[in-house]
Protein backbone atom coordinates (compact mmCIF):
# COMPACT_ATOMS: atom_id res chain seq x y z
CA UNK A 1 0.00 0.00 0.00
CA UNK A 2 1.48 3.75 -1.08
CA UNK A 3 1.75 6.64 1.24
CA UNK A 4 -0.78 8.11 -0.04
CA UNK A 5 -3.35 5.25 1.00
CA UNK A 6 -2.02 4.84 4.38
CA UNK A 7 -2.63 8.62 5.22
CA UNK A 8 -6.42 8.58 4.99
CA UNK A 9 -8.93 7.42 7.04
CA UNK A 10 -11.45 4.66 5.56
CA UNK A 11 -13.66 7.15 4.14
CA UNK A 12 -11.03 8.97 2.48
CA UNK A 13 -9.87 5.44 1.55
CA UNK A 14 -13.32 5.23 -0.57
CA UNK A 15 -13.26 8.62 -2.31
CA UNK A 16 -9.50 7.69 -3.77
CA UNK A 17 -10.85 4.88 -5.49
CA UNK A 18 -13.29 7.16 -6.77
CA UNK A 19 -10.88 9.09 -8.15
CA UNK A 20 -8.81 6.45 -9.67
CA UNK A 21 -12.10 5.71 -11.52
CA UNK A 22 -12.60 8.98 -13.05
CA UNK A 23 -9.04 8.87 -13.85
CA UNK A 24 -9.70 6.02 -15.77
CA UNK A 25 -12.09 8.05 -17.95
CA UNK A 26 -14.92 6.78 -16.30
CA UNK A 27 -16.92 10.09 -15.49
CA UNK A 28 -17.32 13.07 -17.68
CA UNK A 29 -15.04 16.33 -17.76
CA UNK A 30 -17.57 18.33 -18.59
CA UNK A 31 -19.28 18.04 -14.97
CA UNK A 32 -20.60 21.23 -13.06
CA UNK A 33 -19.26 20.25 -9.77
CA UNK A 34 -15.89 19.22 -8.43
CA UNK A 35 -15.29 15.43 -8.08
CA UNK A 36 -15.31 13.92 -4.30
CA UNK A 37 -11.49 12.66 -5.13
CA UNK A 38 -10.89 16.69 -4.95
CA UNK A 39 -12.52 17.48 -1.73
CA UNK A 40 -10.58 14.42 -0.63
CA UNK A 41 -7.23 15.64 -1.68
CA UNK A 42 -7.92 19.06 0.16
CA UNK A 43 -9.37 17.34 3.23
CA UNK A 44 -6.01 15.00 3.14
CA UNK A 45 -3.43 17.85 2.85
CA UNK A 46 -4.92 21.02 4.29
CA UNK A 47 -5.68 21.51 7.58
CA UNK A 48 -8.72 23.50 9.56
CA UNK A 49 -6.52 26.65 9.02
CA UNK A 50 -5.86 26.51 5.65
CA UNK A 51 -2.43 25.66 6.11
CA UNK A 52 -1.16 22.62 3.55
CA UNK A 53 0.99 19.24 4.21
CA UNK A 54 3.75 19.78 1.34
CA UNK A 55 6.16 17.41 2.89
CA UNK A 56 3.59 15.09 2.48
CA UNK A 57 2.05 16.41 -0.83
CA UNK A 58 5.37 15.88 -2.16
CA UNK A 59 6.36 12.59 -1.15
CA UNK A 60 2.95 11.27 -2.46
CA UNK A 61 2.93 13.66 -5.76
CA UNK A 62 1.82 10.63 -8.52
CA UNK A 63 -0.98 8.86 -6.55
CA UNK A 64 -2.68 12.34 -4.87
CA UNK A 65 -2.33 15.15 -7.13
CA UNK A 66 -0.75 14.28 -10.87
CA UNK A 67 -4.02 12.51 -11.44
CA UNK A 68 -6.21 15.94 -10.61
CA UNK A 69 -3.11 17.76 -12.66
CA UNK A 70 -3.59 15.78 -15.59
CA UNK A 71 -7.49 15.94 -15.80
CA UNK A 72 -7.29 19.68 -16.60
CA UNK A 73 -5.85 18.87 -19.76
CA UNK A 74 -9.06 17.35 -21.32
CA UNK A 75 -11.39 19.57 -19.24
CA UNK A 76 -13.79 21.24 -21.11
CA UNK A 77 -14.91 24.47 -19.11
CA UNK A 78 -16.72 26.04 -21.63
CA UNK A 79 -19.62 23.63 -21.98
CA UNK A 80 -20.20 24.74 -18.24
CA UNK A 81 -22.76 26.90 -16.49
CA UNK A 82 -21.32 30.35 -15.16
CA UNK A 83 -21.15 29.73 -11.84
CA UNK A 84 -19.51 25.97 -12.90
CA UNK A 85 -16.81 27.50 -14.81
CA UNK A 86 -16.14 29.85 -12.07
CA UNK A 87 -15.28 27.17 -9.79
CA UNK A 88 -13.67 25.09 -12.17
CA UNK A 89 -10.89 27.63 -12.32
CA UNK A 90 -10.55 28.74 -9.05
CA UNK A 91 -10.46 24.78 -8.08
CA UNK A 92 -7.65 24.66 -11.38
CA UNK A 93 -5.42 27.53 -9.81
CA UNK A 94 -5.63 26.21 -6.10
CA UNK A 95 -4.64 22.74 -7.86
CA UNK A 96 -1.70 23.72 -10.14
CA UNK A 97 -0.24 25.93 -7.12
CA UNK A 98 -0.22 22.90 -4.99
CA UNK A 99 1.35 21.07 -7.69
CA UNK A 100 3.63 23.61 -8.43
CA UNK A 101 4.94 23.92 -4.93
CA UNK A 102 5.17 19.53 -4.39
CA UNK A 103 7.27 19.35 -7.54
CA UNK A 104 9.63 21.62 -6.22
CA UNK A 105 9.66 21.06 -2.27
CA UNK A 106 11.07 22.09 -0.32
CA UNK A 107 11.11 25.75 -0.24
CA UNK A 108 10.71 28.34 2.22
CA UNK A 109 8.63 30.87 -0.32
CA UNK A 110 7.03 30.14 -3.86
CA UNK A 111 9.43 33.16 -4.93
CA UNK A 112 12.41 30.67 -4.40
CA UNK A 113 10.76 28.48 -7.63
CA UNK A 114 12.48 30.22 -10.72
CA UNK A 115 12.31 29.10 -14.44
CA UNK A 116 15.69 28.42 -15.65
CA UNK A 117 17.04 29.45 -19.12
CA UNK A 118 17.34 32.49 -21.08
CA UNK A 119 13.89 34.10 -20.26
CA UNK A 120 13.87 34.10 -16.47
CA UNK A 121 10.63 33.87 -15.49
CA UNK A 122 9.14 33.82 -11.41
CA UNK A 123 6.35 31.09 -10.28
CA UNK A 124 3.76 33.07 -11.48
CA UNK A 125 4.55 33.89 -14.83
CA UNK A 126 5.95 30.58 -15.76
CA UNK A 127 4.25 27.60 -17.62
CA UNK A 128 2.30 25.31 -15.03
CA UNK A 129 0.19 23.17 -16.48
CA UNK A 130 -1.86 21.90 -19.54
CA UNK A 131 -5.66 23.52 -19.10
CA UNK A 132 -8.47 22.55 -21.27
CA UNK A 133 -5.85 22.50 -24.15
CA UNK A 134 -3.63 25.50 -23.26
CA UNK A 135 -0.36 25.74 -21.67
CA UNK A 136 -1.16 28.29 -19.29
CA UNK A 137 0.63 30.36 -15.96
CA UNK A 138 -1.36 31.03 -12.68
CA UNK A 139 -1.05 35.06 -13.78
CA UNK A 140 -2.66 33.73 -17.32
CA UNK A 141 -5.47 31.52 -15.30
CA UNK A 142 -5.93 34.77 -12.86
CA UNK A 143 -6.22 37.72 -15.68
CA UNK A 144 -7.57 35.62 -18.94
CA UNK A 145 -9.44 33.06 -17.38
CA UNK A 146 -10.96 34.01 -13.80
CA UNK A 147 -10.69 37.48 -13.54
CA UNK A 148 -13.12 38.48 -16.80
CA UNK A 149 -15.60 35.40 -15.16
CA UNK A 150 -15.71 37.74 -11.98
CA UNK A 151 -16.27 41.58 -13.40
CA UNK A 152 -17.87 43.56 -10.70
CA UNK A 153 -17.17 40.68 -8.24
CA UNK A 154 -14.33 40.88 -6.29
CA UNK A 155 -14.58 37.98 -3.96
CA UNK A 156 -12.62 36.00 -5.92
CA UNK A 157 -9.19 37.20 -4.15
CA UNK A 158 -10.75 35.49 -1.29
CA UNK A 159 -10.54 32.38 -3.37
CA UNK A 160 -7.13 32.31 -4.88
CA UNK A 161 -4.45 31.10 -2.73
CA UNK A 162 -0.96 31.87 -4.08
CA UNK A 163 1.13 29.38 -1.11
CA UNK A 164 1.60 32.38 1.13
CA UNK A 165 0.94 32.88 4.83
CA UNK A 166 -0.38 36.09 4.00
CA UNK A 167 -2.82 34.59 1.37
CA UNK A 168 -6.20 33.65 1.87
CA UNK A 169 -6.48 30.24 3.26
CA UNK A 170 -7.05 27.17 1.68
CA UNK A 171 -10.57 25.71 2.13
CA UNK A 172 -10.86 21.37 2.53
CA UNK A 173 -13.27 21.70 -0.07
CA UNK A 174 -13.10 22.34 -3.73
CA UNK A 175 -15.28 25.09 -4.61
CA UNK A 176 -18.94 24.08 -6.64
CA UNK A 177 -21.04 25.81 -9.27
CA UNK A 178 -24.39 25.13 -7.31
CA UNK A 179 -23.01 26.41 -4.01
CA UNK A 180 -20.11 29.21 -5.09
CA UNK A 181 -21.72 32.46 -4.13
CA UNK A 182 -22.04 31.06 0.08
CA UNK A 183 -19.18 29.81 -0.66
CA UNK A 184 -17.07 33.07 -1.89
CA UNK A 185 -19.22 34.54 1.07
CA UNK A 186 -17.72 31.77 3.68
CA UNK A 187 -14.48 32.89 2.11
CA UNK A 188 -14.60 36.54 2.40
CA UNK A 189 -15.70 36.34 6.06
CA UNK A 190 -13.31 34.15 7.18
CA UNK A 191 -10.04 36.04 5.23
CA UNK A 192 -11.47 39.49 6.52
CA UNK A 193 -11.95 38.49 10.00
CA UNK A 194 -8.60 36.83 9.97
CA UNK A 195 -6.56 39.26 12.47
CA UNK A 196 -3.45 37.97 10.42
CA UNK A 197 -4.48 39.65 7.43
CA UNK A 198 -6.74 42.52 8.18
CA UNK A 199 -6.66 44.03 11.65
CA UNK A 200 -9.17 47.24 12.99
CA UNK A 201 -7.18 49.69 15.60
CA UNK A 202 -9.81 50.87 17.94
CA UNK A 203 -10.18 54.02 19.19
CA UNK A 204 -7.67 55.16 16.83
CA UNK A 205 -10.01 54.13 13.56
CA UNK A 206 -6.77 52.31 11.67
CA UNK A 207 -7.47 49.58 9.35
CA UNK A 208 -4.50 47.12 8.92
CA UNK A 209 -5.36 45.53 5.90
CA UNK A 210 -4.69 43.23 3.61
CA UNK A 211 -1.96 43.91 0.70
CA UNK A 212 -4.20 42.36 -1.76
CA UNK A 213 -6.77 45.28 -1.16
CA UNK A 214 -3.91 47.47 -1.89
CA UNK A 215 -2.81 45.46 -5.29
CA UNK A 216 -6.54 45.32 -6.60
CA UNK A 217 -7.61 48.51 -5.62
CA UNK A 218 -9.44 49.22 -8.51
CA UNK A 219 -11.45 45.77 -8.08
CA UNK A 220 -12.53 46.92 -4.83
CA UNK A 221 -13.66 50.32 -6.22
CA UNK A 222 -10.70 52.41 -6.53
CA UNK A 223 -9.99 54.18 -3.10
CA UNK A 224 -10.20 53.68 0.37
CA UNK A 225 -13.29 54.43 1.30
CA UNK A 226 -14.50 51.76 -1.31
CA UNK A 227 -12.43 49.07 0.29
CA UNK A 228 -14.18 50.18 3.59
CA UNK A 229 -17.65 49.96 2.39
CA UNK A 230 -15.89 46.40 1.17
CA UNK A 231 -14.70 45.24 4.55
CA UNK A 232 -18.26 46.63 6.34
CA UNK A 233 -20.05 43.33 4.86
CA UNK A 234 -18.01 40.68 5.77
CA UNK A 235 -16.30 41.96 9.38
CA UNK A 236 -18.80 40.84 11.61
CA UNK A 237 -18.83 43.59 13.92
CA UNK A 238 -22.11 45.57 13.23
CA UNK A 239 -20.56 48.89 15.36
CA UNK A 240 -17.02 48.34 13.41
CA UNK A 241 -19.33 47.90 10.21
CA UNK A 242 -20.92 51.40 11.03
CA UNK A 243 -17.78 53.31 11.17
CA UNK A 244 -16.94 51.88 8.21
CA UNK A 245 -19.72 52.54 6.29
CA UNK A 246 -19.09 56.46 6.79
CA UNK A 247 -15.11 55.60 5.89
CA UNK A 248 -14.35 56.58 9.09
CA UNK A 249 -10.70 54.58 9.39
CA UNK A 250 -7.45 55.78 7.88
CA UNK A 251 -6.71 52.77 5.93
CA UNK A 252 -2.91 51.37 5.54
CA UNK A 253 -1.44 48.27 4.51
CA UNK A 254 0.44 45.58 5.89
CA UNK A 255 3.61 44.12 4.35
CA UNK A 256 3.03 40.68 2.52
CA UNK A 257 4.68 37.52 4.31
CA UNK A 258 5.38 35.59 1.00
CA UNK A 259 6.46 32.63 3.91
CA UNK A 260 5.12 28.92 2.80
CA UNK A 261 1.97 28.74 3.81
CA UNK A 262 2.91 25.25 5.59
CA UNK A 263 1.99 22.85 8.32
CA UNK A 264 4.66 23.41 10.66
CA UNK A 265 5.00 21.06 13.93
CA UNK A 266 4.24 22.96 17.19
Not at 219 to 225: K, L, N, V, Y
Request: with cysteine; charged share 20%; glycine share 4%.
Amino acid sequence: MNGYLRRLVPMRRLLLLLAMLMASGLAPSTQAQPSPSLDALFSAYVDADGFVDYEALHADYDDALAPHVEALAGARPDTLGVDAQRAFWLNAYNVLTLALIARHYPVNSVWEIQQEGSEALGPFERPVGVVAGDTLSLDAIQYTRIRPLFRDDPRYHMALVCAAVSCPPLRQEAYTGSELHAELEAQARRFIQNPMQNVLLRPQEIARLSSIFEWYRDEFGGSDAKIQQFIAAYIGDEAAAERLRAEAYVVTYRSYDWTLNAQRLN
